[in-house]
């Protein structure tokens, strides 16, 4: 966990979000079925305000969309009908590894939420640390780190610059 002491904020939830992908891959899922759902958590590298997605996402887990069978039972904020019935069907035949991620990831990304991030960031590198440890323990293979170090944490308080262009298709 050490050599991400040095990774920005971004460029740690960005590791988090390659964990997700790689784990579809070897749970052999066809990621285009999934791609709505990356999209999604790939804003927080570009994002402003984390409170779009935040919102966003905490919709996005599997446990708390399928809480529900209509769309009509709950207010959802940021899904259209279109895409609850969407993400409903696709989370009929998940595997519960895809839960534990997305609410991991969306950990990860509230942990230094409306913070300067102080030192290393220590929550956010807990939370990025179950996911490894949930990673290895699943034998899912982590990403290569090698893309992520170029996000400093001395970049804006911590937080790392915005940056696009990441995806698992990328950096394998």
Not at 15 to 33: H, R, T
Not at 136 to 158: A, H, Q, V, Y
């Amino acid at each position: 966990m050490d050599v991400f002491k040095n990774i920005s904020f971004r460029g740690r939830v960005a590791y988090g979000i390659s964990c997700f992908e790689s784990a579809l891959i070897a749970l052999k899922y066809n990621l285009d079925e999934w791609k709505f759902i990356v999209n999604y958590l790939w804003e927080f590298t570009s994002i402003q305000y984390l409170d779009e997605w935040s919102d966003t996402v905490v919709e996005l887990i599997p446990e708390n969309l399928l809480e529900f069978k209509t769309f009509e039972e709950e207010e959802f904020e940021r899904l259209s009908k279109d895409e609850f019935i969407y993400l409903y069907n696709l989370y009929q035949t998940n595997d519960g590894s895809i839960d534990i991620l997305l609410r991991a990831i969306y950990e990860l990304g509230i942990s230094r939420a409306y913070t300067v991030i102080e030192g290393y960031g220590e929550s956010s590198l807990k939370s990025l640390e179950k996911i490894i440890d949930f990673m290895i323990e699943n034998k899912f293979p982590l990403p290569n780190i090698d893309p992520f170090l170029g996000f400093s944490i001395e970049e804006n308080s911590g937080w790392g610059n915005k940056f696009d262009g990441i995806s698992l298709s990328n950096i394998l």
